[in-house]
């Protein structure tokens, strides 16, 4: 794990979704969450950074408790006074959860499940969200597929194959995710999932009805998507487009994040 807090000391997750194609992943994350989530209730951010997402929860009347396993996060969304209303906020670990049984309507795990390497990390982090939702309550889990890392390396260029065709190749092939130089421009160790696999994880944890939705879908391939999403008519074509397609699993691996909901 030192690797990924090392990765994130570098202070770029507080605004990573506010460019490139993770201005596509933050709206269309919003787009299924206001759609499945109950219309009020107490919600747990679980690995939510420095609040990124629990400021628009805020904004629409939800009860919000944040937790972040990254100092620097939680530091900097205690200093946020958009985030001034959180219910709590907590240095904690998605794997040993620090609230009570069945106390939530929703857990939300935007980030957990791909920085857990380890099947039996993951399966503790879904069952401690399992523990804390109230009979009915929601999981949102999200999960970076196979396939999409070969498509966003074809997106950004090939041009350092001696050093990323390996790491792509292991990804693809185990589900594991290494840089071993933390070299710029490469994730940090991490695991990717194949979307039958997720589904499997969430229900082996107890989750029933479980419903993928393809995140960025077919926007994973475009080369400039920041582009697309500033031209008022090309984002709501783009967007009305991965609406349609979401539940389409023949994109659900190229899509760069797959959200799981699952119910307790």
């Known amino acids: 794990m030192r690797e990924i807090a090392r990765y994130y000391e570098k202070d770029r997750e507080h605004d990573r979704l506010t460019r490139g194609l993770g201005q596509v992943e933050f709206v269309r994350t919003l787009d299924v969450l206001t759609r499945v989530l109950p219309p009020d209730g107490t919600l747990l951010d679980i690995g939510g950074g420095a609040g990124i997402y629990a400021r628009e929860l805020l904004g629409r009347g939800y009860r919000v408790h944040l937790l972040d396993a990254m100092p620097g996060h939680v530091e900097r969304a205690r200093r946020d006074e958009t985030l001034a209303s959180l219910a709590s906020l907590t240095l904690g670990d998605a794997r040993a959860l620090p609230y009570p049984d069945a106390g939530a309507d929703a857990a939300l795990l ?14 503790t ?14 999981v949102c889990a999200a999960a970076i597929p196979r396939a999409a890392a070969i498509c966003g390396d074809f997106t950004r260029g090939l041009n350092d194959e001696d050093y990323g065709r390996p790491i792509r190749e292991e990804a693809y092939q185990s589900g594991r995710y290494h840089n071993p130089q933390a070299r710029p421009g490469y994730f940090t160790t991490a695991y990717f999932h194949d979307p039958a696999e997720l589904r ?4 082996a ?11 960025e879908g077919s926007a994973n391939l475009l080369r400039d998507p920041e582009a697309v999403m500033a031209d008022s008519v090309a984002r709501d074509g783009l967007l009305a487009a991965l609406r349609l397609t979401e539940l389409d699993e023949t994109l659900l691996s190229i899509s760069a994040h797959v959200l799981a909901v699952g119910r307790a």
Do not use: N, Q, S, T
């Not at 980030?111 to 039996?120: D, I, R, S």
């Not at 879904?126 to 309550?137: H, K």
């Not at 499997?200 to 229900?203: I, R, W, Y």
């Open 110 to 123: 935007l980030g957990p499940l791909y920085h857990l390497p380890e099947a039996a990390d993951r399966a």
């Open 200 to 203: 499997a994880e969430l229900e």
């Open 205 to 215: 944890a107890g989750f029933a009805r479980v419903v993928l939705y393809a995140l």
């Open 125 to 138: 982090a879904l069952a401690e969200a399992r523990r804390v939702l109230r009979p009915g309550g929601l």
